[in-house]
């Protein structure tokens, strides 16, 4: 890969370099990580669910503390649920759950008065439908309006505070890059520029002919080549890739999403769908141009929010059932022979970037391949005693449950490999053309190839393909359920000892 410089025109552009990150990059956002629209949208209206069923139940307990009248807790229950349902759908209709608007405290108020209007307006019709109005008291129904009205102005408020916080910190910004720097470039930028939207960041232009475009365009920085881009994209401070060329160069076009598609980057064409180069997601708009989707980054928004509750909390739960296990286990290892109880060894995790993998140490110390390049055999030499049983049984990976938990693995994903593998004589990435594409998820102690006879030596570039694409094939089909499928036929995997030593 190239390391071709930007130009240096000025500040900007000396920070442009390969592997140097620009300074109109929010520095909050580098570091602590983006917060995903989808899920502040989906937390706002579960608050708000709450917050109207909560405001239900107490203005019930209140009503009946004070008055001693309601008798039928059910019906009332029924109708804070209902509320609960229809104050949120009502107000999802009426645009109140987009990011922007739930920072505009003003804007909410007033929409919400007519969103519970509206939610009363819908139980007072089911309720004389079904004939049924007569059994609710007025004063009950009045308290619960008031206590909704207040809850749902302290979400509100809450709400808002929030994101206009995570908006100064950068933490809402979509780092945006675009490719090419002719006309259509610069059309593109130029309206994303006059967006003035706060969370839409342009990170630069790059394009291939750096000898013959200008040093920057509608003011905003031509910073490198393709080459950088990718550069760029591996310290992850990129979202989105917009592909900004005309319809006649559907070659080049179809040359750049294969060349981009490993990136774990949402992948966009601002022109319209060239038929049969490359395929096609959907469409999306960004500052009211349409974009074609042509490859979306996976595990985002709510999915990458689930897959992170998930390995955080099994992984957490996992490691205080295994403590005494791995307790004893150092303690084996500790007796069996000199040297320390954990390897620790660099491999591939998530977008290409250099992990430390623990595990059980299960070879003599002095014989231990820190660069992985000697692959395991059948009965070798080096595995200990206690590491022959523990590789027979898998117990050796039980630390990387640690991996788990500090964020640099999943508990299913693609298996992570050292730099040094190899499928028979050549090296892993070398023999698989998508090879690289797996590392746009996190690495995971198990995995789709490995509960389907994939684990252990792969000595031939027919078994590298085979695991690559089963790997590939989870990334694209992921679900809860099936990591939970992936996780119980692993304990089938581990039982049958398929392809341990």
């Known amino acids: 890969m190239s390391q071709s410089v930007a130009p240096e025109t000025d500040a900007l552009g000396a920070a442009a370099r390969v592997g140097e990150v620009p300074a109109t990059l929010p520095p909050a956002r580098r570091a602590r990580g983006q917060i995903s629209s989808d899920v502040i949208r989906g937390f706002a209206q579960l608050a708000d669910v709450a ?25 009332y229950w029924l109708a804070a649920v209902l509320a609960g349902l229809i104050f949120p759908f009502v107000h999802r209709k009426g645009g109140g759950y987009t990011t922007q608007r739930l920072s505009e405290l003003t804007w909410q108020v ?13 139980l007072t019709t089911l309720a004389f439908l079904a004939k049924v109005a007569p059994f609710y008291s007025r004063g009950w129904a009045t308290l619960f309006g008031t206590l909704s009205f207040a809850a749902l102005a302290s979400v ?7 994101i206009q916080h995570w908006t100064r910190a950068g933490r809402l910004s979509r780092i945006v890059a675009v490719v090419g720097a002719g006309p259509l470039g610069q059309q593109v930028v130029a309206k994303l520029k006059a967006l003035k939207d706060s969370r839409v960041t342009v990170l630069g232009v790059f394009d291939d ?41 559907e070659t080049r076009i179809g040359e750049l999403v294969a060349k981009l598609r490993s990136l774990p980057v949402d992948l966009r064409l601002s022109l319209d769908p060239v038929s049969g180069v490359f395929p096609m997601r959907g469409m ?20 990458g929010f689930v897959k992170t509750v998930e390995d955080r909390v099994l992984s957490g739960l996992l490691i205080a059932l295994t403590a005494p296990l791995m307790g004893l286990i150092a303690l084996a290892i500790r007796l069996d022979s000199r040297g320390p109880v954990l390897f620790v060894q660099e491999r591939f995790g998530f977008n290409n970037d250099t992990i430390r993998v623990f595990k059980f140490r299960t070879m003599r110390c ?4 820190p660069s992985g390049a000697a692959r395991t055999k059948p009965d070798d030499s080096r595995v200990t005693r206690v590491g022959r049983v523990l590789r027979r049984l898998s117990l050796d990976e039980l630390p990387q449950l640690l991996n788990v938990f500090s964020g640099d693995m999943s508990l299913v994903g693609p298996r992570p490999h050292v730099m040094a593998m190899k499928a028979g004589e050549r090296l892993y990435h070398e023999a698989v053309g998508d090879y690289f594409h797996r590392h746009r998820v996190r690495p995971g102690m198990t995995g789709w190839a490995q509960v389907h006879g994939l684990r252990g030596e792969i000595d031939t570039p027919e078994k590298a393909q085979a695991r690559v694409a089963y790997d590939l094939w989870y990334i694209d089909h992921w679900s809860i359920w099936l990591d939970l499928r992936i996780l119980l036929m692993t304990v089938r995997v581990i039982v049958s000892g398929q392809n341990a030593y």
């Open 51 to 75: 917050a109207i069923i909560l405001s239900g139940v107490v203005a019930i307990e209140s009503y009946n503390g004070l008055l001693g009248i309601i008798v039928e807790r059910d019906r």
């Open 110 to 122: 007033g929409r919400m008065i007519l969103t519970l209007a509206a939610t009363g307006s819908i």
């Open 156 to 162: 509100r408020m809450g709400a808002s505070l929030l």
């Open 209 to 249: 002919r750096m000898t013959r475009v200008p040093a920057q365009i509608a003011g905003c920085h031509v910073l490198g080549t393709t080459d950088d881009l990718i550069s760029q994209v591996r310290q992850s401070l990129i979202d989105e890739v917009i592909l900004a060329l005309p319809l006649r160069a």
């Open 284 to 303: 999306s708009e960004i500052a009211s141009m349409q974009m074609i989707e042509i490859l979306d980054r996976p595990l985002k928004h709510w999915s």
């Open 366 to 369: 002095e014989e231990t391949d």
